[in-house]
């Protein structure tokens, strides 16, 4: 016969219900306000530390051969002579509106100049993550079912290494091995002509991706790998394991959804990184998103510019992250 604590019997109650319900609502509340006061802080970084960039925004605009007097006049026209706090004030309420400014390279608006860099970037990242998810679930699983084989070794040894190198040196021997000097499969660079999509030359796609992919999947298939050998040890699988359930049967119906469990925060965590190492990536594989289009910014003090991707780039950090600690909080 079983019994049913009083824990239990309350934990059923619909008042007990409404109250893990506000819990998890409060907690959620509290990570937004901390995610908002985080990006807060992030874009007066992001403004001060522009404006401590050398140059003149009047006089990138204007040339190097512009008079002192049209600098002065246009930066007049510009607000540069206001105080920081009201041009940071001006800055910021055009951001939250959606007005990053026109940058200062071409005249364009800045939210027009960064529209296709950022639906390449955009696809790269998801495409990476997309695959890294179910590369990471098989490599895990194989390891714990081989636990302690020289296959479970050579996985944790190669794991290890790959999170170690940055994403600079594993596209860089990438290129060596696929694209230049001893296969030569896919191109080495990832050139994407004007006027097209990147989806349209996926041979072009497959080392700046791998890149990304290598990092993520060797760091979260170890996640994936602890917590189905603690699945498989638990109680209840070996209770399963004696009454005959099948090995297969026990891995996948029974101890790979709680297994699953802690490692889904670690997946928004993954993807989070993984927007992080775009512009990296992009720039080894001159990949027209918003790396390149960063880096070429910064060479034309186009402060403007840097500007809005440097806030694109973190707003999105912070939501996967955002994402998962929601996910944490469910969880728990």
């Not at 007097?69 to 004030?89: F, I, K, M, T």
């Not at 001893?182 to 002509?193: A, L, M, Y």
């Not at 700046?208 to 290598?214: D, F, G, M, N, S």
């Amino acid at each position: 016969m079983t019994t049913i604590t009083e824990t239990e019997v309350l934990a059923t109650q619909p008042g007990a219900v409404m109250r893990r319900r506000t819990g998890w609502v409060g907690v959620a509340l509290r990570k937004l306000i901390e995610a908002v006061i985080t990006l807060l802080l992030v874009s007066v970084c992001v403004f001060f530390a522009t404006q401590i960039m050398p140059g003149n925004a009047a006089a990138v605009l204007l040339g190097t051969h512009a008079t002192p007097e049209r600098v002065a006049a246009l930066s007049q026209q510009l607000g540069l002579n206001d105080p920081l706090l009201v041009q940071y004030g001006r800055w910021l309420g055009g951001v939250l509106h959606g007005d990053f400014g026109t940058s200062l390279a071409n005249g364009r608006p800045v939210s027009q100049l960064i529209a296709t860099p950022f639906t390449n970037s955009l696809f790269l990242a998801a495409v990476a993550v997309i695959l890294t998810l179910p590369l990471s679930l098989i490599a895990g699983v194989v390891a714990a079912q081989f636990k302690d084989t020289w296959i479970d070794k050579t996985f944790l040894g190669s794991s290890m290494l790959a999170n170690a190198l940055p994403d600079f040196i594993i596209g860089t021997l990438l290129v060596f091995f696929f694209g230049t000097t001893v296969f030569k499969i896919f191109p080495p660079v990832s050139i994407i002509p004007l006027g097209t999509h990147p989806w349209d030359f996926p041979a072009k796609l497959v080392l700046p991706v791998a890149t990304l992919v290598i990092g993520g999947v060797m760091y979260l298939s170890r996640l994936i790998r602890v917590s189905v050998i603690d699945a498989l040890s638990s109680e209840y699988a070996e209770m399963a394991h004696l009454k005959g359930i099948s090995r297969s049967r026990l891995l996948f119906v029974h101890a790979l959804p709680n297994a699953l469990a802690p490692a889904i925060p670690a997946a928004s965590l993954v993807a989070a990184f993984t927007i992080g190492g775009v512009v990296v990536v992009e720039y080894l594989f001159n990949y027209p998103g918003m790396g390149v289009l960063l880096l070429q910014s910064i060479g034309a003090r186009d402060i403007p510019t840097i500007q809005a991707i440097v806030m694109i780039i973190a707003a999105i950090y912070f939501v996967f992250n955002f994402i998962a600690d929601l996910i944490k909080v469910g969880r728990d």
